[in-house]
T-cell receptor, first 111, second 112 residues
């Protein structure tokens, strides 16, 4: 079983919808949680970085971490066609020195 | 502008050849990483380095080699021992091990 499981998608929503992207994990040592956005044929870019449990908001994006349930989410409000991309969750523990990634969820926002 | 530069963007390799992918960063980051991405799959770690002259194997290191002689540079060699090298290769860096990554734009390697 993989350490990080991500909702596979693909996901297709109309413009303006609220999008929820989710990952679960099994390693309780994970302390740092990240979301990356990857456009087709490009390198991923870091969207959100959070430490431990709680919420973090940045514009239309909200990252949520629930360590007790080993569950993280990324919410996108007022989704736009430019949000169409693959979203990757990633996690680290303090000692590992490296991130473990989910397989990604591909999102399409239709005008 | 600071960032990570990967070259070449596209690379074609004949069976039995070794090829080297370049990764250079001017972000003054200590840690550097190589990942492989196959269609519809997530990122799998090949090698990583947290300081100069030191590196560790990732989950799929067989058939690959790296060096870290300078802080700015972390080249990846895909050897003939790698049985299925066709993939998208991504280099990344971070200030320290706990922070998120800055990625390069990737190298797409195809075996012909």
């Amino acid at each position: 079983q993989k350490e990080v499981e991500q909702d596979p998608g693909p996901l297709s929503v109309p413009e303006g919808a609220i999008v929820s992207l989710n990952c679960t994990y099994s390693n309780s040592a994970f302390q740092y949680f990240m979301w990356y956005r990857q456009y087709s044929r490009k390198g991923p870019e870091l969207l959100m970085y959070t430490y431990s449990s709680g919420n973090k908001e940045d514009g239309r994006f909200t990252a949520q971490v629930d360590k007790s349930s080993k569950y993280i989410s990324l919410f996108i409000r007022d989704s736009q066609p430019s949000d169409s991309a693959t979203y990757l969750c990633a996690m680290k523990d303090t000692n590992a020195g490296k991130s473990t990634f989910g397989d990604g969820t591909t999102l399409t926002v239709k005008p | 502008d600071g960032g990570i530069t990967q070259s070449p963007k596209y690379l074609f390799r004949k069976e039995g050849q070794n090829v080297t992918l370049s990764c250079e960063q001017n972000l003054n980051h200590d840690a550097m990483y190589w990942y492989r991405q196959d269609p519809g799959q997530g990122l799998r770690l090949i090698y990583y380095s947290q300081i100069v002259n030191d590196f560790q194997k990732g989950d799929i290191a067989e058939g690959y080699s790296v060096s870290r002689e300078k802080k700015e540079s972390f080249p990846l060699t895909v050897t003939s021992a790698q049985k299925n090298p066709t993939a998208f290769y991504l280099c990344a860096s971070s200030p320290t091990a706990i922070y998120g990554y800055t990625f390069g734009s990737g190298t797409r390697l195809t075996v012909v």
